[in-house]
């Protein structure tokens, strides 16, 4: 199934370049890096620096999976 969906989301130009995690070379210490990047930045040029974090990890498990299949099966 995730192989279905990583390829309807590219095929269909859905993600965009900073979601790291999942996609073949953007690993989640690729968004690290960035973040520290962005952060440092921000400090060297004297900014205030805040974030807020959620985890959504869990997010599909509420997601009736056959679901989600039927809808995969009709975008093909």
Known sequence: MQSRLLKHLHNNNILCSEQYGFQMKLATENATQKLMNEILNALNNKLIVGGIFCDLERALIC????????????WE
């Open 63 to 74: 997601e009736n999976h056959n679901r989600l299949i039927s809808k995969l099966e009709t």
